[in-house]
């Protein structure tokens, strides 16, 4: 059993920047491969970003490729994901996930209860 809690969500302005955390329990956060997702107001849940579970793969929305970064830290079972140059488009609950199946099978075993982010313009 992993679970996930996301962090560092609120309200900043377009163009600035936010750096989410989701930190896991358990012992075998380093065996499993972490995702990010968002879910905006009335919109299917979509996709992000994902990382492999030594951190040395990762993979993006395309569309979001140039601002956002995810990373990990397994010393710390915590996985980010720093956003920069953020858009009002960019408003969502973002959500951690981990996957026993590796960074592109698209299954998520564990999910967080999400973080907040809000971009005014």
């Known amino acids: 059993q992993v679970q996930l809690v996301e962090s560092g969500g609120g309200l900043v302005q377009a163009g600035g920047s936010l750096r989410l955390s989701c930190a896991a329990s358990g012992r075998t956060f380093s065996s499993y491969a972490m995702g990010w997702f968002r879910q905006a107001p009335g919109k299917e849940r979509e996709f992000v970003a994902a990382?492999?579970?030594?951190?040395?793969?990762?993979y993006y929305a395309d569309s979001l490729k140039d601002r956002f970064t995810i990373s990990r830290d397994n010393a710390k079972n915590t996985v980010y994901l720093q956003m920069n140059s953020l858009k009002p488009e960019d408003t969502a609950v973002y959500y951690c996930?981990?996957?026993?199946?590796?960074?592109?099978?698209?299954?998520?075993?564990?999910w967080g209860q999400g973080t907040q982010v809000t971009v005014s313009s």
């Open positions: 996930a981990a996957s026993s199946l590796g960074i592109t099978t698209g299954q998520y075993d564990y």
């Open positions: 990382i492999s579970s030594s951190g040395s793969k990762s």
